[in-house]
């Protein structure tokens, strides 16, 4: 057990990045982020004795947290009827959106839950071929909406830059 426990620390040491990642897209506040965290490391726990190898660790590890996140976010919905927050709402001046990296963490955040997970891995480097294997999808939709979230991103940066001259 010990052994194990030992393991999966190490495991979880060298994998945190994706998941810190998912939980900043899904999550605004930092504190949320932090339960997030915590809940998605208490279900890979649970759940680390079902890894069976047929896929890369990293590709488990991210399956596990996007689904962990992914219902979550749906019983939080639930609990919560209210209007949807516009990145417009969020972003008030210029002093609140210190670089282009806090702009594009509020940009992903309004992304649609796939092309939020979609985006978060090819930002991670992730191929195609092993996001569509992450988010069971196949390549060429992976590919498709890639582009359209692309075009989109480009759009709204464009606007919010704009909106601040």
């Known amino acids: 057990m010990e052994l194990q426990k030992q393991n999966f620390i190490r495991i ?3 994998n945190q990045g994706i998941v810190r990642s998912l939980c ?8 949320d982020q932090r339960d997030a965290y915590q809940d998605i ?3 890979l726990w649970k759940s680390f004795d079902t890894f069976r190898g047929e896929s890369a660790l990293s590709t488990w590890i991210y399956r ?3 689904n962990t996140l992914l219902t979550k976010v749906r019983k939080e919905r639930k609990k919560i009827i209210t209007e949807p927050l516009l990145i417009s709402d969020l972003i008030t ?3 609140m959106v210190d670089d282009d990296r806090e702009l594009l963490s509020v940009v992903i955040q309004s992304l649609k839950d796939v092309d939020k ?3 978060i891995l090819y ?7 092993e996001i569509s294997q992450a988010l069971d999808i196949t390549p060429t939709n992976v590919s498709t909406r890639l582009n359209r ?7 709204k940066f464009k606007n919010h830059h704009h909106e601040f001259k």
């Open 123 to 129: 930002l991670e480097g992730y191929k195609n071929k």
């Open 93 to 95: 001046s210029r002093a």
């Open 12 to 14: 979880i040491k060298g």
């Open 64 to 66: 596990v947290s996007l």
């Open 24 to 31: 900043k897209a899904y999550y605004i506040k930092y504190e």
């Open 41 to 43: 490391i208490l279900q």
């Open 117 to 119: 997970a979609i985006v």
């Open 149 to 155: 979230v692309k075009t989109e991103l480009k759009a």
